[in-house]
């Protein structure tokens, strides 16, 4: 496809909850424009946006997915955005670019939390809005509840465009009461043109055309002045102002649609032609002043054979197979000589992209997810997705020994293609955490990792990072005194410990009055204690909250050494925090999860049982937001649990408030276990 116009390009992301049938629409979209000569099947894997080997057995899309077709003159680039929660930075990444969103809504479970959470992505990043509902002709389907739904939890301001003829089995078609012409079921054939609305719908069609205008015309005075004389209106002047009150967010669109059956693609093709602003009309997502030619790109794709692809939206100028840029964020010029066009993970070579449009580039060095490129260095940063920190963590090992830089290599690789996923080592454990948004999306990162770069990788549940301090004080003094057949050696310090309110930090507070320790030894009793904080004598954990006090103490003049001095300040330590009332400190995390009204009860029941203190609610159209703080140690299977108590459609994020002491049963609990683990490691 050669190179359009801004005014005829159509950027359009479609989002919503899992299982609600955008990669199926996508399909219908692509079948019915004749980019695809057969409408593929979630069940069989043979749809053009989910190519994913993992996509294709998991029967969920887990990487977004870009697609484009030609209707009416216009390119219409659509991407195919994951609903799962696991995956939700995908839809970060392609509202960024885009001037529409298509929410796609089930006609049988209504508005989700998944509709929630892309409703709010796109109204910050102020974007036109359509909605259609889709899955009409399963059991239970309504698209007049549905509607009712969307317009009590979206917006007063929906309104249907479309209409079904029929319910569930039963649906037959839909009519467009936009254009006032109907669409008879193609049950998975090329739609055809449209037909004459059927007699017995005349009459609903007719009040649900009443209904837009009346919506419609408060947009343009001039339509409303004619519509109130009782003018006719002509449906290119009706069309022309739902434009532009989608485009200024002031009216959403509502559409209806069996996406497995191609029913309705035909009047959603219009609609997004008619309803979704150009980039001509909106401009580009950010302005980059001081370049002529600039380019964002907006997803990384790892593979191991092409090496990385890096799709980009164009901001300013054109981009051509001859076009040179500089990356922001690592000064470096790259080329721009492998330009491509793609469908799904099809890619046909491309000379040009012009200003607005969405493309892909291969074989550049540096350039990752969230980098500008611009034809010269200018001072502009790009903004920034706003990735949802990571709620679930596991600790991997690869299988072979040996391999722990081949694993970090892989999960670098496969992190710069999914920034919600993050590898780090854990200090105090000595595990490497790889964090994700949920138990699938760690596996599903560790199954690419296997397939791709061939790194075989255990998973296992993360050491809770559990801190020890002291509630009282004590004193303690230590002689580490050593003699052999030469020099030997001798050191002597007497310490105070302290509690530090708070529970953080550490203090060494030195008190040597007379020069009883030369000053050239106290540095190294405050290393050794130093030292010995880093394994409690409870569960192993590192020690704070402390003060320690170096009162006291006593040195030879040959003897006496660092060494000498550091290990008696050591053992002193050890001495004074065996009598100073030790305790557990665990992490509290601050918990936001958002179900249905129906299941905030067995939810907060979960989650006191889990010791967890309730802070509020936030009941918002049908979905209410718990908020909680919980002990980490609770939440490492808290994924499964939810998902079970709401069917899939609660959604929670954590965060890291403070340390609290662990209560004396479940503190307990974890001493005797790290005794035990002790004890088996030196049998």
Not at 71 to 86: A, E, F, M, T, Y
Not at 174 to 197: K, N, R, T
Not at 280 to 302: D, M, Q, Y
Request: some cysteine.
């Amino acid at each position: 496809m050669a190179a359009i116009e801004p005014g005829k390009i159509r950027n359009v992301a479609v989002v919503g909850h899992r299982g609600t049938g955008k990669t199926s629409l996508v399909e219908a979209l692509l079948f019915q424009t004749g980019e695809v000569n057969r409408l593929g099947t979630i069940e069989a894997g043979t749809t053009v946006s989910d190519s994913d080997e993992d996509e294709q057995r998991r029967a969920v899309s887990i990487s977004l997915s870009l697609t484009h077709t030609d209707w009416q003159g216009r390119k219409i680039n659509l991407v195919d955005c994951p609903g799962d929660p696991s995956f939700q930075g995908e839809a970060r990444c392609a509202l960024r670019v885009v001037e529409g969103a298509l929410v796609v809504v089930s006609g049988v479970m209504g508005f989700e939390v998944g509709t929630a959470r892309v409703k709010k992505l796109a109204e910050d990043l102020g974007l036109a809005r359509v909605l259609v509902v889709n899955m009409l002709d399963r059991e239970r389907a309504d698209f007049f509840r549905t509607l009712g739904q969307i317009q009590d939890q979206f917006s007063s301001k929906c309104v249907a465009v479309h209409i079904p003829i029929g319910v569930e089995h039963e649906l037959t078609g839909i009519v467009d009461v936009l254009h006032m012409s109907a669409y008879m079921s193609p049950d998975g054939q090329m739609e055809s043109d449209p037909v004459a609305i059927p007699d017995s719908m005349t009459e609903l069609a007719q009040e649900y055309r009443e209904k837009l205008l009346d919506e419609v015309v408060q947009i343009d005075e001039g339509l409303m002045e004619r519509y109130l004389e009782g003018e006719e209106l002509d449906e290119h002047d009706v069309a022309a102002a739902l434009k532009l009150g989608v485009t200024r967010g002031e009216i959403f669109p509502v559409g209806c649609s069996v996406a497995t059956k191609n029913l309705g693609t035909h009047a959603l093709l219009d609609l997004l032609v008619e309803g979704v602003p150009s980039p001509a009309k909106r401009g580009a997502p950010f302005e980059v002043e001081g370049a002529s030619t600039a380019a964002f790109v907006f997803k990384t794709i790892a593979d191991p054979f092409a090496g990385k692809i890096n799709l980009f939206r164009v901001l300013k100028g054109d981009v051509t197979t001859e076009t040179t840029l500089v990356d922001h964020r690592e000064h470096s010029k790259e080329r721009m000589g492998s330009l491509l066009q793609l469908q799904g993970k099809t890619t046909t070579p491309a000379k040009e992209f012009c200003e607005g449009d969405l493309g892909a580039v291969a074989k550049l060095k540096n350039v990752q997810t969230g980098d500008l490129l611009t034809d010269r260095e200018v001072a502009v940063e790009p903004p920034a997705f706003g990735f949802p920190e990571p709620v679930m963590s596991f600790a991997v090992t690869p299988k072979i020994k040996g391999e722990e830089e081949k694993l970090a290599s892989a999960i670098k690789r496969l992190a710069e293609e999914d920034q919600t996923l993050r590898l780090r080592r854990d200090p105090q454990t000595g595990e490497e955490i790889l964090a994700g948004m949920s138990q699938m999306h760690v596996e599903v990162a560790l199954e690419r990792a296997k397939r791709r770069f061939g790194v075989d990788v255990e998973l296992h549940q993360p050491r809770v990072p559990y801190l020890e301090t002291i509630r009282s004080e004590s004193r303690a003094r230590h002689r580490y005194k050593k003699q052999t057949g030469g020099r030997g050696q001798f050191g002597d310090c007497e310490i105070v410990l302290e509690p530090i309110e708070g529970h953080e930090g550490y203090e060494f507070v030195d008190k040597i009055v007379g020069g009883v320790i030369p000053q050239s030894y106290r540095p190294a009793v405050d290393k050794g204690i130093q030292e010995a904080m880093q394994h409690g004598e409870l569960a192993g954990a590192p020690i704070q909250g402390v003060r320690v006090k170096l009162v006291d103490g006593q040195y030879h003049n040959v003897d006496s050494s660092e060494m000498a001095f550091k290990i008696a300040g050591s053992m002193a330590f050890k001495e004074a925090y065996a009598k100073a009332d030790p305790v557990l400190l665990e992490p509290i995390m601050e918990l936001e999860v958002t179900v249905p009204d129906e299941a905030v009860g067995a939810v907060n029941g979960d989650l006191n049982s889990r010791r967890g203190r309730l802070n509020g609610m936030e009941p918002a159209a049908g979905m209410t937001t718990i908020k909680a703080e919980v002990p980490m140690a609770e939440l490492l299977t808290y994924s499964q649990s939810l998902t079970s108590m709401t069917g899939g459609r609660g959604d929670y994020a954590v965060h890291l408030l403070r340390y609290e002491q662990v209560p004396t049963h479940v503190a307990q609990k974890i001493v005797d276990e790290t005794k035990k683990a002790r004890e088996t490691a030196n049998a």
